[in-house]
């Protein structure tokens, strides 16, 4: 695993002006690219995502003067080499076809910028309490699956690193996870319970309702057993010649 300071390090050193977060829901991940940086980009600073208003907190970029576009990330409007940097965090797998979004992302970056993708990963080694992020991630995925979203289970490692390679682009990994904490710290535990409760109100229609149930209470036992921690990220920078 790299170091949290490797990777602000390696996020900061994408540089550029003209920014382009895809999937941006809050845009948390432009304000994360902004404070790596020495000299924050005074450019164009933009988040796409398919809602129509972002999932926004009071100081969020989007108050702050940067853009947010109600877009899909499989056809974006801009001309080709628009933007210096650009960015898809948490999200390739919310998308209907990850590679043609990773294809576009390219089009739209010009010459010498940074794609940078940032994705949970679901194999490898990793702690029992990592393993319960991926298992609820799944079970929660599956749901919102049965209603008609766009969430597939996470990807492997090597699946992640075949996709990106895909864009033809020259690319660096680094892997990240962040281990700090209680894995049973109370308020986060109490928090992802009433998630659960929320995610099986939302599934009470479904047919196959009391299998996800049963797995809700095997995850449920696991978070007061084993505890939580977030699963292992791979951090993806590809520079485009
Ligand atoms: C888990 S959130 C990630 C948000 C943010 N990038 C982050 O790092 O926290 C996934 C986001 O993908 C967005 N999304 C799903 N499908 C999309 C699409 N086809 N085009 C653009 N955004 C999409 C969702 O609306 C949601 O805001």
Redesign the pocket.
């Known amino acids: 695993m790299n170091s949290t300071a490797e990777i602000e390090r390696a996020l900061g050193a994408c540089g550029g002006e003209r920014l382009l977060?895809?999937?941006?829901?809050?845009g948390?991940?432009i304000e994360r690219m902004r404070a790596a940086r020495a000299d924050p980009p005074g450019g164009l600073l933009v988040g796409?995502?398919?809602?129509p208003r972002p999932?926004e907190e009071p100081e969020s970029v989007f108050v702050q003067g940067g853009a947010y576009v109600q877009?899909?990330?499989?056809r974006l409007g801009w001309a080709a080499e628009s933007f210096d940097v650009v960015t898809v965090?948490?999200?390739l797998h919310?998308?209907?076809d990850p590679g043609a979004?990773l294809t576009e992302a390219t089009r739209v970056l010009r010459p010498g910028g940074a794609l940078v993708i940032?994705e949970m990963y679901c194999d490898g080694e990793q702690t029992e309490a990592q393993r319960t992020h991926i298992l609820l991630h799944h079970w929660w995925a599956a749901i919102d699956r049965a209603l008609g979203f766009?969430h597939n289970p996470t990807f492997s490692r090597a699946e992640l690193v075949d996709l990106v390679q895909m864009t033809g682009l020259a690319w660096t990994f680094l892997d990240t996870a962040d281990l700090e904490g209680d894995p049973r710290d109370p308020g986060r535990i109490r928090r992802l319970r009433a998630r659960i409760a929320d995610d099986l109100k939302r599934a009470r229609d479904l047919a196959d309702y009391d299998e996800r149930l049963a797995q809700a209470a095997l995850y449920q036992r696991r978070l007061d057993e084993i505890g939580i921690q977030s699963a292992a990220s791979l951090l993806a920078i590809g520079r485009k010649s």
Request: aromatic fraction near 8%.
């Open positions: 977060d895809v999937a941006t829901g809050g948390w991940f796409i995502d398919t809602r999932l877009m899909d990330a499989h965090s948490a999200a919310h998308l209907d979004a940032l766009v």
